[in-house]
């Protein structure tokens, strides 16, 4: 069955899926890093694309900007195409004055001041931690591939943080000892629902932005600086 927002056929999606935030950037992946690829949605430009990763069936599908692009979408996928496993792969400003460009931060739990939970489900929560299993993958990956990655707490936001009046404020807000290393705006519905239906769901980001960081990537400096991460998320799902 397709739903409002999927196209795909039952058995078109595969048990993973990698989901970076752009649907340039799914197509990206698709068409350098999988095989025999398939398009099996472009309902509202949201790319999904299911190939092989070293002969590992596997779905590489858009989410769109914020939680409740992304939380439609998750839904879906977990509810309706039977998938186990979800890898956020994204970009986030850095948190810490240690954070390079480029670095990679793999979420173990996010926090959230909006009613996302509230409003899905009538539940007054605002921290929800990653899949222990799938990112104890990841770390193993990343281990086995010389990869490095900072492991840490992230906050999810309802608009895009640089233009926040004053962040400040807001970081007062976050609990004294979540200490998060950065920030996006999708991680929470991801995490959120695959609790809610007993499914994995991890995230994975590269430090694009930070107030302690002065350079600028260019376009092509930040589509390659990803794909460190991009590598790390399809070496992992191979493993699943």
Do not use: W
């Not at 039952?10 to 970076?20: L, R």
């Not at 977990?78 to 998938?83: D, E, I, L």
Request: hydrophobic share 40%; proline share 3%; net charge negative.
């Amino acid at each position: 069955m397709s739903t409002p927002h999927n196209e795909a056929k039952q058995g078109e999606i595969a048990k993973t899926v990698i989901m970076p935030g752009d649907p340039l950037r799914a197509k990206y992946i698709a068409e350098n890093f999988l095989e025999n690829v398939k398009l099996v949605n472009q309902v509202r430009g949201m790319y999904a694309y299911t190939g092989n990763y070293q002969g590992k069936e596997i779905t590489i599908m858009a989410s769109g900007m914020g939680m409740p692009s992304m939380g439609i979408y998750s839904y879906e996928l977990y509810r309706f195409y039977g998938v186990e496993n979800i890898i956020r792969i994204g970009s986030c400003g850095g948190y810490k004055p240690e954070l390079k460009l480029f670095d990679i931060v793999l979420s173990e739990n996010v926090f959230s001041e909006g009613n996302f939970a509230l409003t899905l489900n009538n539940e007054d929560c605002h921290i929800v931690e990653a899949s222990e299993d799938l990112n104890t993958k990841i770390i193993e990956t990343a281990k086995e591939t010389n990869t490095s990655i900072v492991v840490g707490n992230t906050v999810c936001t309802d608009c895009f943080d640089v233009y926040m009046t004053d962040v400040n404020q807001f970081l007062t807000r976050i609990p004294g000892n979540f200490n998060p290393v950065s920030a996006e705006m999708e991680a929470f519905a991801l995490f959120y629902v695959a609790n809610i239906l007993n499914k994995k769901a991890s995230c994975l980001m590269s430090v694009v932005d930070s107030k302690f960081i002065t350079e600028v990537a260019t376009p092509e400096e930040r589509q390659n600086g990803l794909n460190a991460m991009i590598q790390l998320a399809l070496d992992t799902a191979f493993k699943i």
